[in-house]
């Protein structure tokens, strides 16, 4: 796992909610997920739809 710097940490945290597309095998996206991130210290917490 990569280590995220505090300006990815606060880009993160900071948007409303964020959406997720998975790629499939075939290199397809599938459907959009919005997603619901807060930010504590150095953690994310993350919650989908």
């Known amino acids: 796992m ?3 710097t505090n300006e990815d940490l ?3 945290g900071e948007a409303e909610e964020p959406q ?3 790629v499939r095998n075939d ?6 997920v919005t997603m619901w ?3 504590v210290g150095d953690d994310l917490y993350v919650r989908s739809a």
């Open 37 to 39: 991130v807060v930010r």
């Open 27 to 32: 290199g397809t996206l599938r459907p959009y």
């Open 2 to 4: 990569t280590t995220w």
């Open 10 to 12: 606060d880009r993160v």
């Open 20 to 22: 997720l597309a998975s």
